[in-house]
């Protein structure tokens, strides 16, 4: 195995939650060991908040390190003491603005639009907008209850997908749909890394908690990576401890 790649939310971190530090610790052990990718909805500054401030990374492990915001639609590598963009697929002004008038119209269509949400509903990520249910602070036990078996973000795709058919409409977390230019996904982030590292699909190994069909890291699945499911932070721990402890890296056994 030669790169490591993870889902954020509720894989490395409960939702919008920081980086607990078990796993920080297994982390920054990957890192001495193999390159490592974290791809998710967030955008860069969330990135930020809840992962680097709390890895507490060396330079060389960051430099091991593939970040890949807003579902693999902006890429970025630590080179000389700072973050630097390789690709951001915006979405034009005039896109952005149909996409969240669209947003809105359909959520108060469906009854999802939340009267006193916790944050902003609809988020403009620049390469992705993102509706939040109730709000981007809302409580994590809130978040699991309002839609536990996907239904309503799942009404709430095809409504949408009907009204922006030039886009890419998808479940995000247990609350939230995004949209991005259509054809990139956290496959399209994937397969960029196989480019730009010269790793093979079959070399890498993605571990995530949605790779259900329907969830945001399907895609990565269906693309044919080695895929690895998890259902917590605690769970990944595990997994990638026992991963390190058999030496799976760049051919050892």
Known sequence: MKLVA????????????????????????????????????????????????????????????????????????????????????DLSENTR??????????ARQLGYWHP??????IEDRGSQITFSALGQQAHLEDKAS??????????????????????????????SVDITEKGIDKAF???????STGISREEMLFIGDRLDEGGNDYPVKAAGFPTRQVTSWQDTVEVVTALLNRELFNGEQ
């Open 189 to 195: 982030g994937m397969n960029h890394l196989v480019d």
């Open 116 to 121: 006193h949400p916790r944050g902003p509903i």
């Open 97 to 106: 603005a149909q996409a969240i008038q669209a947003i809105e119209q359909a």
């Open 6 to 89: 993870f889902d954020l939310d509720d894989t490395l971190a409960p939702s919008k939650s920081a980086l607990p530090q078990p796993v920080a610790q297994v982390l920054r052990r990957l890192l001495d060991k193999t390159p490592v990718c974290v791809i998710s909805g967030g955008r860069f500054q969330q990135f930020e908040t809840q992962l680097l401030n709390h890895l507490h990374a060396s330079d060389t492990q960051l430099r091991q390190l593939h970040l890949m915001p807003t579902c693999g639609t902006r890429y970025l590598r630590y080179r000389n003491g700072d973050w630097h963009t390789i690709y951001a697929h």
């Open 146 to 175: 309002w839609d536990p078996d996907g239904t309503k973000r799942a009404k709430l795709c095809e409504v949408l997908a009907q009204a922006l058919p030039q886009l890419q409409v998808r479940a995000g977390g247990s609350t």
